[in-house]
């Protein structure tokens, strides 16, 4: 504890005396290379230290590019939709690209996504068999 605080009371405060901050705007050309230097490394030290003070504070927002939903029923934990089988028609289409107005049906909005993104999603399209002759 002794050495924490002799830097504290005695080393800090000395090494601050010795950092070259110029009195004015006037004051900055007249510093020497070495002048720099020494308040180059001040200043990146200093920098760093607030840095991770913020970065240690800040809590983290998702990127939206790793979100997949980005409006759909943002309200609910889990978005999860059912439908009957015997209620499908003969050809319905899914969206999986999150960006369909008609969510879950979809609309064609991966279009624009893809051209956007380039990325390469589609629907899921369920359909019915034909029927079977007889």
């Known amino acids: 504890m002794e050495i924490l605080s002799r830097l504290v009371r005695e080393s800090?405060?000395?090494y601050l005396k010795s950092v070259p901050i110029p009195s004015s705007f006037g004051g900055i050309a007249?510093?020497?290379?070495g002048d720099w230097l020494h308040l180059l490394?001040?200043?990146?030290?200093?920098?760093?230290?607030?840095?991770?003070?913020?970065?240690?504070?800040?809590?983290?927002?998702?990127?939206?590019?790793?979100?997949?939903?980005?409006?759909?029923q943002?309200?609910?934990?889990?978005?999860?939709?059912?439908?009957?089988?015997?209620?499908?028609?003969?050809?319905?289409?899914?969206?999986?690209?999150?960006?369909?107005?008609?969510f879950p049906i979809c609309d064609g909005s991966h279009n624009k996504h893809n051209e956007d993104t380039g990325d390469n999603v589609g629907p899921l399209v369920l359909k019915r068999k034909e029927p079977i002759s007889k």
């Open 30 to 33: 007249d510093l020497s290379g």
């Open 41 to 72: 490394a001040f200043s990146g030290a200093i920098g760093f230290m607030v840095y991770t003070a913020v970065k240690a504070w800040k809590p983290e927002k998702p990127k939206k590019d790793s979100l997949v939903n980005l409006k759909v």
């Open 74 to 102: 943002k309200e609910i934990d889990k978005v999860v939709n059912t439908a009957d089988i015997e209620d499908l028609g003969d050809k319905v289409a899914y969206c999986r690209c999150w960006r369909s107005k008609k």
């Open 12 to 14: 800090l405060p000395d």
